[in-house]
């Protein structure tokens, strides 16, 4: 994973550790959130991880309530909680 700064000036292993991410899970959160809202396709290229492991990490993030799910049609698009939220909950 490259280091980029997160929205607080932190590094992303430091956002990880914060929120109890693995690597590919920040992967996918990060590229939720960059995206703003992402359809399947869209967030394995940007995490640059297999689609079939994503939809697993989605799963996990969806039930810590990290990422949201919205139905259009048939397809399902995919967005992501602010962290600025998630470590005010914390």
Request: proline content about 1%.
């Amino acid at each position: 994973m490259t280091k980029m700064m997160s929205f607080f000036g932190e590094s992303d292993r430091e956002l990880a550790e914060a929120l109890g991410l693995s690597e590919k899970e920040l992967a996918v959160y990060l590229s939720v959130l960059e995206l703003g809202e992402g359809h399947i396709q869209d967030i394995s290229r940007k995490s640059c991880l297999q689609r079939t492991s994503v939809y697993n990490f989605l799963e996990e993030l969806k039930g810590r309530q990290l990422i949201s799910e919205i139905k259009k049609g048939k397809r399902r698009l995919f967005s992501a909680t602010s962290p600025h939220l998630l470590l005010e909950q914390q």
